[in-house]
């Protein structure tokens, strides 16, 4: 063969070479897994129980599609990273500091397909509105420190759940009150009629926290009347009040609010308020 041939082929399969070089560099930056602060110490650390893609082993559970785990939120994850599950074979990894804890979190969501944005379905200026608008959702809920004290702070809720489970959630009827959230409507002896949010109750007294956020501790041997209401404390009719695209506005809005440096979102879900 020649000698120019051959070189000529020499230059073709090292551009080749290059181009697939760049094309794998390329998609190692477009991939979240890859680029992970926690890939690293989650493959020397956790993938020989937990498998390489988290879906689990012989030895561990899965922990990637497992939809209890998914539910878990990041510091409670962080907690059972730190602590470990001695009972399951788990050890603890006290030994990692703040950030690190972070890094592997973070991999943890890539692996459970929460490491890109989602998508917003609709518009969430207009999903704002709504909240604090249409919706009266801010009545109850507040959203970073701006709205009602009735219900759970929404501000970090989509951190653990999508559009969908957030649309789902808004409309889901019917709703029984969980104990924590019931409302009660009461008259003292001397006539005067409360209506509130039961936040505390023994065998002698209750605490009711009314819609103007003032606390009244009564003595119940000083109640005429008193009566637990059935009436659940987030409407049922938002299937009705809000159109599909205004549904999507709201879910849109509530995905804008979590602050992403904040592992530790401080609500509970929706499905925990009321059952």
Avoid at 75 to 88: F, H, L
Avoid at 112 to 136: M, T
Avoid at 180 to 188: G, I, N, Q
Wanted: aromatic share 6%.
């Amino acid at each position: 063969m020649r000698a120019d041939l051959i070189w000529q082929r020499c230059i073709g399969l090292a551009l080749i070479m290059l181009a697939l070089t760049e094309l794998g560099l390329a998609q190692a930056n477009d991939n979240p897994a890859l680029n992970s602060e926690g890939r690293i110490p989650f493959n020397t650390s956790c993938s020989e129980c937990h498998g390489l893609d988290g879906r689990g082993t012989d030895k561990a559970i899965d922990i990637a599609t497992s939809a209890s785990i998914r539910n878990l939120t990041d510091s409670q994850i962080a907690s059972i990273i730190s602590e470990g599950v001695i009972e399951e074979g788990m050890p603890a990894f006290r030994s990692l500091n703040e950030n690190q804890l972070r890094a592997l979190v973070g991999y943890v969501r890539i692996l459970q397909g929460k490491g890109e944005p989602e998508v917003l379905p609709g518009d969430p200026k207009r999903g704002q509105e709504i909240f604090f608008g249409k919706g009266d959702c801010g009545r109850c809920h507040s959203v970073a420190g701006r709205g009602g004290f009735m219900g759970p702070d929404l501000t970090n809720h989509a951190m653990t759940s999508s559009a969908e489970a957030i649309r789902e959630e808004i409309i889901r009827s019917p709703r029984v009150p969980a104990v924590r959230y019931r409302m009660a409507a009461l008259t003292t002896s001397a006539g005067v009629r409360f209506e509130g949010l039961v936040r505390n109750e023994d065998n002698f007294s209750i605490q009711l926290q009314t819609a103007d956020g003032n606390f009244h501790l009564l003595r119940k041997n000083a109640l005429k009347s008193f009566e637990y209401s059935n009436v659940p404390l987030m409407p049922t009719d938002y299937r009705t009040r809000l159109s599909d695209s205004e549904l999507n506005d709201l879910a849109s809005y509530l995905l804008t609010t979590p602050d992403k440096k904040n592992t530790a979102p401080l609500h509970k879900k929706w499905e925990e308020d009321e059952e």
